[in-house]
T-cell receptor, first 111, second 112 residues
């Protein structure tokens, strides 16, 4: 595809359930970022990959959050034992240079 | 924390120029000013960036003051589709792997 693709678009989870969010970056983009966006707030950085290497995970809010990009392309953000405060839009972005291209996000609702 | 300050909201009439201000008084010499916007239910979209010279592209113009402590994004002829949250961000260009740090941005409402 021409842009960054994220799936699912919407996810409803029961509290305590594990979820996995997928990001397909633009082909050839080395850098990949995950952001979390709460309602009415700007996106907040979670983690960054350069190819398959996770170079920065300083924004992950707890050890329940885990991200991987094993082949340097598709990335998965996993949240274990989801809590209500995890409800947010999760955005993925990829880049080859100074411009970031964002997907439309996955809206996660934890009930 | 975001290194920029923006007004929380602005209004603009359709067809008029929208001028969105941003203060970045602590900007470093190697940091660029980036603008992104986020339309409802979409991810942020790159608009423009600059270092110290004014920049223009098909979407907007960026005016940076001589002391680089503030800038203005100009949408010359705003349309209803320009209604969005506009984010002003500073980042060093050689830190391509460094995350963009978003603030709360300016919500621009364009009305007919």
């Amino acid at each position: 595809g021409a842009g960054v693709s994220q799936s699912p678009r919407y996810k409803v989870a029961k509290r305590g359930q594990d979820v996995a969010l997928r990001c397909d970056p633009i082909s050839g983009h080395v850098s990949l970022f995950w952001y979390q966006q709460a309602l009415g707030q700007g996106p907040e950085f979670l983690t960054y990959f350069q190819n398959e290497a996770q170079l920065d995970k300083s924004g992950l809010p707890s050890d329940r959050f885990f991200a991987e990009r094993p082949e340097g392309s598709v990335s998965t953000l996993k949240i274990q034992r989801t809590q209500q405060e995890d409800s947010a839009v999760y955005l993925c972005a990829s880049s080859r240079n100074e411009k970031l291209f964002f997907g439309s996000g996955t809206q996660l609702s934890v009930l | 924390d975001a290194k920029t300050t923006q007004p929380p909201s602005m209004d603009c009439a359709e067809g008029r120029a929208a001028n969105l201000p941003c203060n970045h008084s602590t900007i470093s010499g190697n940091e660029y000013v980036y603008w992104y916007r986020q339309i409802h239910s979409q991810g942020p979209q790159y608009i423009i960036h600059g270092l110290k010279n004014n920049e223009t592209n098909e979407m907007a113009s960026l005016i940076i003051t001589e002391d680089r402590k503030s800038s203005t994004l100009i949408l010359p002829h705003a349309t209803l589709r320009d209604t969005a949250v506009y984010y002003c961000i500073v980042r060093a260009l050689n830190q391509a792997g460094t995350a963009l740090i978003f603030g709360k941005g300016t919500t621009l409402s364009v009305s007919s």
